[in-house]
């Protein structure tokens, strides 16, 4: 069982001011509370590593306004789960939207991905990455706006003072060249 009074100390509003030993052992429980369940969603060290600290923070910055102490862990632990969540959403909209590869829509197959796949989709996000690089700039920037910012249409036309269709046009016209390009290699 988690040390939930090491846990709580993440609530203390002095959290900042406790020496460095003790801050490593709160992030520690937490880090043993929460990694092993991200990891089983994103299936990647790196990511999961940054989704816990993400996680911490907010739990460090948010805290909830009324807890219960027999529930934090739950809540520590959903917390952690719905960062995960939403780091797949955004490459689920990332990846797909870009290119169609039944690879990139069925996350299921990551799990049981073998060494050559691995390798092979390490290759096809490179050249991906390639492909976006070779775009024109404004074409780069819509991209950039729609799948890693999360702008909807409309706030990309009122940002770059254009059209809805303009944007439409852009994001069509940006993924044909990335997929023509990628199809071509």
């Given at each position: ?39 089983s ?22 805290p ?19 960062g ?15 290119i ?59 940002k770059l ?15 044909k ?9």
């Amino acid at each position: 069982m988690h040390n939930v009074s090491k846990l709580l100390l993440i609530f203390d509003p002095s959290f900042g001011k406790l020496e460095t030993s003790v801050q490593k052992e709160v992030f520690s429980a937490f880090n043993e509370l929460v990694y092993r369940l991200v990891f089983s969603y994103v299936k990647n060290h790196h990511s999961a590593q940054d989704i816990v600290q993400e996680a911490f923070l907010k739990a460090f910055t948010s805290p909830p306004h009324h807890l219960d102490k027999n529930k934090i862990c739950s809540w520590l632990r959903t917390l952690a789960k719905n960062g995960a969540i939403n780091h797949l959403r955004k490459q689920k909209r990332m990846i797909p939207s870009i290119i169609d590869n039944d690879m990139f829509h069925n996350q299921h197959c990551l799990l049981y991905e073998t060494l050559e796949q691995s390798i092979e989709r390490e290759a096809m996000f490179t050249e991906l990455i390639s492909c976006i690089a070779q775009l024109p700039q404004r074409l780069k920037l819509i991209l950039y706006l729609y799948c890693f910012e999360n702008l909807s249409y409309r706030h990309i036309s009122e940002k770059l003072s254009i059209s809805e269709g303009s944007v439409r046009q852009s994001l069509y016209r940006a993924r044909k060249t990335i997929k023509d390009d990628m199809n071509g290699k």
